[in-house]
């Protein structure tokens, strides 16, 4: 519990942090108040034999393990004795208590009762956190009293305990709860701000727990938080044990018309002494220095663990876990680096003695809102590739991302490559003959015997015609011939050409069609012409290819340039 309405009083203290924000740092976690937390969400008795808090605390473990927050568990030792009657009206009799009541002065503490089954959930937590990795540190009497004294040493960064008397004991920056959803969270109070806002420090929480109640007082019956608070605040933080330790709480019972009905007042200094001096192990105990100590994660080990409690198979234990461990060993590597630089030590990726897990970049990602990369892993059995932030790989191994980038570079302009017409020769040597027989039908005024001028020209200009609409449309049709549209006049000329040799183009009503091949505005005039007859007894009049039989016309001369120039425009976007 801690003490009574504390909480309450700290709450404009409260942070909520992400949970990123733990990444390399090192945590005591109060481990009975997290199971508490745990077996509160699963109360029922076949959420118990599932052992769905042990599953919850798997995955809060793992999800520290990823941000390389060094995991470090403090169990409860003895009960205290000044505790005792808290604890005996918590299970409601008394017969875990060896000594009669005569004899409870004389009780300095009381050992647990190391069968129940809280206890055997305390010892399955502990199994699971070896084979991760997490080493457990046995406290002498109160579990928040030692990670107080470690994070107060500054051993850890900070502690998660939900009992509000972690304060008391010296603790400064206290993780109330933590979540996994969204990104995950942690609700965070840190000492200092309790001091700036509330202007209380430790020895004023001490008396606020004499004031309203807490496991090792029972406090004054009927005082209200805001009395208390106000109380603390007229004493000041320098004086107020002093105070209570020296007149005890019979001003506070009179000044306020509470109740005197609190034992006497030499237990004040006991409860005093119990906050400000907890029978903890030392910062430089050999016990605290092999819990600080860092230990292997067994992959095997805990596959049978996984195994045995959740009946998972070991592929499903590595889905769980190996990202986690690769994604932690990324981030040493990275804190590796950094240290280097600092050191004015830059040495290449390839010439650091430690190798970077990181084998390389696959594809970018966005993970809960965050840039990531797709990566795979070195001499990770059983892990071949998992996301990971792409802030960390920046940290880590920039180098990796700069080979990403290249190599995304390469396949674009492979994929370029790619789309280019494949018969590139072929085509151009279409396109020359296209070319080379426009010329011809432009530019030679004597295509055929003269004597015989109507019959062979028509003859004539049918042929060229049926050649220049199949190479037309064998050039047309190759793939990625694009055509600019500064040329679609050029191209419609052509696509007119084609038509004159296509059945369906050709009306089918009784009448000359007169189909000028120079200019698209054909002029009122007589022409010499040939007459060609088709099976539908319908007369196509084809205009001779020049106004004269030996002179080229100005507008013949500017048409053929212009076709000129519209091949070369297209040789020149095939090449």
Not at 109 to 114: D, E, T
Not at 143 to 154: K, T
Request: glycine share 6%; net charge negative.
């Amino acid at each position: 519990m801690g003490v009574k309405n504390l909480w309450d009083i700290l709450e404009s203290c409260k942070k909520t942090v992400p949970l990123h924000n733990l990444q390399n740092k090192r945590v005591c976690v109060d481990l009975s108040c997290w199971m508490v937390q745990l077996q509160n969400v699963s109360k029922s008795h076949a959420c118990l034999k599932e052992k769905v808090h042990l599953r919850g605390l798997f995955h809060r473990l793992r999800a520290l393990i990823a941000l390389n927050c060094t995991v470090v568990f403090v169990s409860d030792g003895s009960i205290p004795a000044i505790k005792l009657s808290t604890y005996r009206r918590r299970l409601n009799n008394g017969k875990e208590v060896a000594q009669n009541e005569t004899n409870l002065h004389k009780v300095t503490s009381l050992r647990r009762n190391m069968g129940s089954e809280f206890s055997c959930m305390i010892k399955e937590a502990k199994v699971l956190g070896m084979a991760l990795g997490i080493s457990c540190l046995n406290g002498i009497e109160e579990a928040e009293a030692q990670c107080a004294l470690l994070n107060s040493e500054s051993l850890c960064d900070g502690c998660f305990s939900s009992d509000s008397d972690i304060f008391l004991f010296g603790a400064r920056t206290v993780y109330r709860d933590i979540c996994l959803g969204d990104g995950g969270y942690v609700v965070c109070y840190e000492m200092a701000d309790i001091e700036r806002k509330l202007g209380f420090g430790r020895d004023s929480l001490i008396a606020l727990s004499l004031l309203l109640g807490s496991d090792y007082y029972p406090g004054v019956h009927g005082l209200g938080p805001e009395s208390a608070c106000q109380i603390v605040k007229s004493i000041g933080d320098k004086f107020i044990l002093k105070k209570f330790a020296y007149e005890g709480l019979g001003w506070v019972k009179k000044s306020k018309g509470a109740e005197n009905n609190i034992g006497r007042d030499d237990t004040i200094v006991e409860v005093i002494n119990a906050y400000l001096k907890p029978k903890c192990h030392s910062a430089d105990s050999d016990v605290v220095l092999r819990a600080l100590a860092q230990y292997p994660f067994e992959r095997i080990k805990l596959q049978q663990i996984c195994a045995e409690f959740f009946e998972w198979p070991s592929e499903r234990t590595d889905g769980y876990i190996l990202p986690g461990i690769a994604e932690r060993d990324l981030r040493r590597f990275a804190n590796l680096r950094l240290t280097s630089s600092e050191l004015g030590l830059n040495l290449p990726l390839h010439e650091i003695p430690v190798k970077c897990p990181l084998s390389e970049i696959i594809k970018s990602r966005r993970a809960q809102g965050r840039e990531c990369y797709e990566v795979s892993w070195k001499d990770m059995d059983g892990l071949e590739t998992s996301i990971v932030p792409a802030d960390l790989i920046e940290s880590a191994c920039p180098e990796k991302i700069s080979e990403f980038e290249e190599r995304k570079a390469l396949r674009k302009k492979q994929n370029v490559q790619k789309r280019r017409p494949k018969k590139k020769a072929e085509t151009t040597a279409s396109l020359a003959e296209l070319d080379l027989t426009l010329q011809n039908l432009l530019l030679d005024n004597n295509l055929e015997d003269k004597t015989d001028n109507n019959v062979s020209e028509s003859d004539s200009s049918g042929r060229i015609l049926g050649e220049i609409t199949a190479m037309a449309e064998s050039d047309l049709n190759t793939e990625n011939l694009i055509l600019s549209r500064d040329n679609r006049e050029n191209n419609e000329w052509i696509q007119n050409i084609s038509n004159i040799t296509s059945n369906e183009t050709v009306p089918s009503i009784d009448k000359n069609v007169v189909i000028d091949l120079l200019s698209p505005t054909p002029i009122k005039q007589s022409h010499n012409s040939s007459k060609f007859h088709r099976s539908s007894d319908q007369n196509i009049e084809v205009i001779n290819l020049s106004d004269s039989e030996n002179e080229v016309s100005p507008e013949h001369k500017e048409k053929a340039k212009e076709l000129r120039l519209f091949l070369a425009s297209i040789r020149n976007e095939i090449h």
